[in-house]
Nanobody, 124 residues
Framework: QVQLVESGGGSVQAGGSLRLSCVAS????????MGWFRQAPGKEREGVAA????????YYADSVKGRFTMSQDNAKNTLYLQMNSLKPEDTAIYYC?????????????????WGQGTQVTVST
């Protein structure tokens, strides 16, 4: 049984930083995307960043490039998302996700497993 457990959300002022963590267990796919999506009120869920385990290549949404950095600790089965220079438009629930390599990395409709989500709120 796959479990994805996020932590690290919270409230910060614009320009601040947060680090999200996702501990994964039970993933049996040989290769897959693992990453982060977010959903703001009234908006569709969108891909933020992901890594493809087959190649190690990381992907970022244009809106977060240069501000967010994803990393992983394989020994701890943990994925991190370091978020710097946060903006109010980054406010959303952030979800950890695992997805087979079907379609594009940011296609939320093809995600196989979701975490429970963690709230990030950025105020002006």
């Amino acid at each position: 049984q796959v479990q994805l457990v996020e932590s690290g959300g919270g409230s910060v002022q614009a320009g601040g930083s947060l680090r999200l963590s996702c501990v994964a267990s039970g993933v049996t796919y040989s290769y897959y995307y693992m990453g982060w999506f977010r959903q703001a009120p009234g908006k569709e869920r969108e891909g933020v960043a992901a890594i493809y385990t087959g190649s190690g290549i990381t992907y970022y949404a244009d809106s977060v490039k240069g501000r967010f950095t994803m990393s992983q600790d394989n020994a701890k089965n943990t994925l991190y998302l370091q978020m710097n220079s946060l903006k109010p438009e980054d406010t959303a629930i952030y979800y950890c996700a695992v997805k087979r390599p079907v379609g594009m990395w940011f296609d939320s409709s093809k995600v196989n497993y979701w975490g429970q989500g963690t709230q990030v709120t950025v105020s002006t």
